[in-house]
């Protein structure tokens, strides 16, 4: 498979000959000729954008391009040097894919896009030095995500076919749409769908209007009226910020003190800005929780395999919620009856209830639920517009199928037509956060020995979610959760100890990690 790179500043270098092809079309001036030297098969002493593919060769060749900006605009090029070949009627149907973000998340859909037999080069922006180091895709640190002219911009360049947005905020911001409108494919809903994410108020409507369990709740803006009805109900009771707040904004308060004080936070203080100046209260739900995925082209949904995170911070689920500290797959928690019930209660009514609001929905819907222990049913905790950080890690460990394929039909309205294949082997991710997460942190600590820690067994890959290389090339932390550990097994216990062998090798004091990622997996096992 061609693999695509490039390096910043004004030195450019690709591999693939679909992101190739596009850059000759866009970037290289009629008559300019090039010296193109495959090792061991053949040279084409003049190179233009008609030749790729052309009646130069029987085969469609993938190869190397080095050029560099003159001041003047223009691209200047050497002699150029690669190899590789593939069925010329099979690149009719290969895609340049751009990975939208830089976290453990992306990481783990550029590997999974990069082993697509249909993708011809993954670009992740802004990506992180991990992704840049494991070879999965090429970053393109210097490309605004923020700035949709600028991603279209890129897109064009580089003959991009399939943009897939990893984060919640662009798609909130728009980003889908702006790329749409410019005819570019691009997983991921509106900004009027990511709603679904972007405000629990609006999540919590549809829920009502359309019948989809979930746990009743009320919404305010007012602390005087919150707190009064916090106090009415009781605790254990739930205070959520409306909005996208990184993964800080709930507060599962076992007293009424710490509900109060959540309520004034949010409301009066203003901790999480605009996304905490409306709070939904919801109650308290007791049972287990799960994660639940499906894709989805606007009409059709497709779910995934299951898989359930560890939201707590520490050991035996206590302290502060996080985004997520590890995470497995399969859940054995959602047995197939119980994911029937979770298509036929939950997704379908919000896929079909979206349609009906006039915004359909195109992307994965990430379904956190709760499973009740009194009903054994499932209810709605919230929405997310994207994969899920760690289980997408897991999930991507587990999918056979050719990733950039599904994620097209998705965009095109055919998921129908598609089925999935999953490893039957388990998978699990433990992650490594700084000292202090969730909380401050400090940055710039080295982390060593993760080239080793991949070796320890078959299957051991590292995501990386927060991390850079210093000066002297060392990786260092940079974020709070920093690392996903993630090891494929037969048995849910090989998963396991394959992760903790890899995490026990990493030389990283200013570290921590859970040391019971699934226990409830392995409980149920024995069970």
């Known amino acids: 498979m061609a693999c695509a790179a490039y390096s910043v500043g004004n030195s450019l270098r690709i591999v693939g000959s679909r992101a190739t092809e596009a850059f000759l079309k866009n970037n290289l001036s009629s008559g300019l000729s090039y010296s193109i030297s495959y090792p061991g098969y053949q040279t084409w002493d003049r190179l233009s954008s008609c030749s790729i593919g052309g009646s130069h060769a029987s085969s469609h060749w993938n190869f190397v391009l080095r050029a560099s900006k003159s001041n003047d605009g223009t691209f200047e090029g050497d002699v150029f040097s690669g190899n590789g070949n593939s069925n010329s009627k099979d690149s009719e149907d290969r895609v340049v894919v751009l990975v939208i973000g830089g976290g453990g998340r992306e990481h783990a859909l550029c590997y999974a896009l990069q082993r697509s037999p249909s993708c011809d080069a993954v670009f992740c922006a802004p990506g992180n030095a991990g992704i840049a180091q494991s070879g999965y895709a090429t970053c393109i640190s210097d490309l605004d995500i923020s700035d949709s002219a600028a991603v279209i911009s890129f897109c064009r360049m580089w003959g991009v076919g399939l943009v897939v947005v990893g984060p919640e ?14 005819g570019i494919p691009t997983f991921g809903p509106s900004a009027e ?12 409507k549809l829920c009502d209007k359309y019948g989809i369990p979930t746990a009743k709740y009320q919404t305010f803006t007012n602390p005087s009226e919150a707190k009064q009805y916090v106090t009415e109900q009781g605790a254990p009771i739930v205070v959520k910020a409306d909005g996208l707040a990184a993964g800080k904004g709930v507060v599962v308060a076992m007293t009424l003190d710490v509900a ?4 004034d936070s949010m409301l009066v203080d203003g901790s999480f800005g605009s996304a905490g100046s409306r709070v939904i209260i919801e109650e308290f739900l007791e049972g287990e929780e799960a994660s639940f995925f499906a894709l989805v082209d606007g009409e059709t949904a497709l779910p995934l395999e299951s898989a359930q995170d560890h939201k707590r911070v520490g050991d035996g689920d206590t302290g502060p919620n996080t985004g997520g500290m590890g995470a497995y797959s399969p859940a054995p928690i959602l047995t197939k009856d119980l994911q029937d019930v979770v298509m036929e209660k939950i997704i379908l ?6 349609a009906a609001e ?31 950080d760690p289980e997408c ?17 998705a965009c095109r309205g055919d998921l129908g037509r598609v089925s999935l294949s999953w490893s039957q082997e388990s998978a699990m991710v433990v992650v490594m956060a700084n000292q202090g997460y969730p909380g401050d942190y400090k940055k710039g600590t080295v982390i060593g020995n993760l080239e080793e820690a991949e070796l320890v067994a078959p299957m051991v890959k590292i995501f990386h979610a927060g991390t850079a290389v210093d000066e002297n ?5 940079t974020g709070g959760r920093v690392l996903g550990i993630t090891a494929k097994g037969k048995t849910i216990e090989e998963a396991r100890a394959r992760a903790y ?19 409830r997996a392995l409980t149920l096992a024995v069970i």
């Open 169 to 182: 905020a662009p798609l909130v911001a728009g980003l889908a749409d702006d790329l749409g409108n410019a």
């Open 193 to 204: 769908a990511a709603a679904l994410e972007g405000s629990k108020d609006f999540m919590k």
């Open 260 to 263: 109060l004080e959540a309520i």
């Open 349 to 354: 009514p919000t896929v079909k209830g979206m």
């Open 358 to 388: 006039g915004c359909k929905f195109v992307g994965v819907l990430y379904a956190g639920l709760m499973i009740e222990k009194k009903s054994g049913l499932p209810k709605l905790i919230e929405y997310n517009v994207r994969f899920g």
């Open 393 to 409: 890690q897991v999930l991507m460990m587990r999918l056979e199928s050719d990733l950039a394929q599904v994620l097209l039909a």
């Open 473 to 477: 090339g060392n990786f260092i932390a």
């Open 501 to 519: 062998d890899a995490v026990e090798v990493i030389n990283w004091p200013e570290g921590f990690f859970r040391r019971d990622i699934g226990w």
